[in-house]
């Protein structure tokens, strides 16, 4: 995968954009091969599994999107329109000095994407800092595996965000793809990690634009009670009230408007997080 330490490192977060494109410029194409529709299908839908099995080089739907792309990646991809601009303007050059973390949600149609648009970064000489695109388990698939999805984004990607800050590689976000809640939940975490900033293209005036991270720490307080809790796995309700207080704290607060504290048991996340 190419230069064991990049110079600056890139965390995409890859949605369906391609598709999307490549349905309103090539409908007749994207007629004939069957994919209209896609970009818009649900995560249960039976089109996520087909879609699944599409994504490597030589499928004649995976060589058709990875020609498309190539024709104009800044116009038919909104994270490679994110992405080129902001190296482009920052002189991130050349591209083997540039890492690259790609990460999609849990479903086929975004993975498929993300594997073209992994191709295309290859073929162009970028650093690629995984064997292939990262799927987060859960991540887009329902309310119901929300939390877990979390926990699971932080594992995949977070903790590679604190690697590579520890080493001194400065870490930017690309922000422009995926889910909305989970991207805004990213940035948060990374800022955490010690990612530089995060950027996308804005939607008003169609131009990249960054977002400094100021590092941010967990509250001392907050984090003594999370490892409390790792510590004897559970807490009853008079020693939660009690290490709160101690910490100062309510935990009302924490319970039932930020919502942080479960059935007393911290969210799965937030675990992740401190770790």
């Known amino acids: 995968m190419g230069n064991s330490k990049p110079k600056w490192v ?7 954009s391609l598709l999307t494109n490549f349905e309103r410029s090539e ?3 994207a007629q004939s091969l069957g994919v209209i529709g896609w970009s818009r299908a649900g995560p249960d839908d039976k089109v996520q599994e087909l879609a699944m099995g599409r994504t490597r080089r030589g499928d004649k ?6 020609k498309f792309l190539r024709e104009d990646p800044e116009k038919h991809s909104a994270e490679l329109n994110a992405f080129l601009r902001y190296v482009g303007l920052n002189s991130h050059a050349p591209p083997r000095d540039v890492g690259i973390l790609l990460y999609s949600t849990d479903t086929g149609t975004c993975y498929l994407c993300a594997s073209v648009i992994y191709e295309y970064l290859s073929s162009e000489g970028y650093t690629m800092l995984s064997p292939k695109p990262l799927r987060v388990e859960g991540l887009g698939k329902s309310e119901a595996v929300f939390e877990d999805a979390l926990a699971n984004l932080l594992d995949k990607v977070v903790t590679k965000i604190v690697n590579w800050s520890r080493k001194g590689v400065p870490v930017y976000i690309n922000a422009t793809g995926g889910f909305k809640a989970e991207t805004q939940f990213l940035v948060i975490a990374a800022s955490i990690a010690g990612a530089r900033a995060a950027y996308y293209i804005h939607e008003t005036f169609k131009d990249v634009v960054e977002l400094p991270l100021p590092p941010l720490k967990i509250h001392e307080g907050l984090e003594k009670i999370i490892r409390k809790f790792k510590e004897t796995d559970h807490l009853n309700r008079r020693e939660l009230e009690e290490l709160c207080y101690q910490v100062g704290l309510d935990p009302a607060e924490l ?21």
Not at 61 to 66: A, K, P, S, T
Request: no cysteine; hydrophobic share 45%.
């Open 61 to 66: 739907i995976f060589n058709e999107l990875l």
């Open 255 to 275: 319970e039932h408007e930020r919502k942080l504290i479960v059935n007393l048991k911290p969210r799965k996340w937030l675990l992740k997080l401190i770790e």
């Open 10 to 16: 890139h965390i995409i977060s890859v949605g369906t």
């Open 27 to 29: 409908p007749k194409l």
